[in-house]
């Protein structure tokens, strides 16, 4: 009696084998895609903490606004003294230099003639300067160390505003304690160098409490007390209209 169990061909076994095999590479791409997928999905969110921890740190309108700059090396490198003070050193760049040490001294004698007969005192002066002294830092692009800041910026302060009075009490035929005729040019070129720069508003600041009483009351503004020195050397005729 003959056995008509049917035996599998080899054909189909191939067609077996052939199935298993493409579902493993079916499995084997799906489980690759999967995996990229995560790599990608972790990388999307490695990038976004990133950009997030980067956002926090910059608050809406608490950017600084800077308005004094440090000059490129690539400039500075070209010609040194055209980005150098001569005579004077403003703010923190050029503060502590051994060439303009000598002005220090000169900064202290203007300081002591600028409070004399005013009723606004030294004290009131510093304290204006630290109130202040955040926003200060802020103008500058640059940070420069100073053993002092607070003290640096008045006595520069000072030193500019007093200067200013100073050379329109000189065309007034007043006496005035300028400095020497040949350093004049001198002070005429730092006081407009880049880098050597104070906060215009710190310096109007100090000025409008030292004349803000009407026994000391000055003749002249601020911007046109400034605009007075310079309108000397640049030939600007009409001093600026000033809001009241």
Do not use: W
């Amino acid at each position: 009696m003959e056995n008509n169990i049917n035996t599998p061909s080899a054909s189909n076994k191939d067609i077996g084998m052939a199935t298993r095999s493409n579902n493993e590479n079916r499995i084997d791409k799906a489980s690759a895609s999967n995996t990229g997928k995560e790599i990608e999905a972790a990388s999307a969110s490695n990038v976004l903490k990133d950009l997030a921890d980067g956002i926090a740190r910059f608050k809406p309108g608490k950017c600084p606004e800077h308005c004094i700059y440090e000059v490129p090396r690539s400039l500075r490198s070209i010609e040194p003294k055209a980005y150098t003070p001569q005579v004077v050193s403003l703010g923190p760049a050029h503060c502590g230099h051994e060439e303009l040490v000598s002005m220090e001294k000169q900064k202290l004698r203007y300081l002591a003639e600028f409070m004399d007969g005013k009723k606004v005192t030294l004290d009131d002066l510093v304290t204006i300067v630290q109130k202040n002294e955040m926003e200060i830092r802020g103008c500058y692009n640059f940070n420069r160390s100073c053993d002092d800041f607070v003290k640096m910026i008045l006595l520069d302060a000072v030193f500019v505003i007093e200067f200013l009075l100073q050379f329109f009490n000189l065309l007034c035929e007043e006496v005035p304690i300028l400095p020497e005729p040949r350093m004049m040019f001198g002070l005429q070129v730092d006081l407009i160098l880049l880098e050597n720069q104070l906060p215009y508003f710190i310096l109007e600041k100090i000025y409008e409490k030292t004349y803000a009483d009407p026994e000391t009351q000055a003749n002249l503004t601020f911007p046109e007390l400034v605009a007075f020195y310079f309108g000397h050397y640049y030939r600007i005729s009409q001093r600026p209209k000033v809001n009241s």
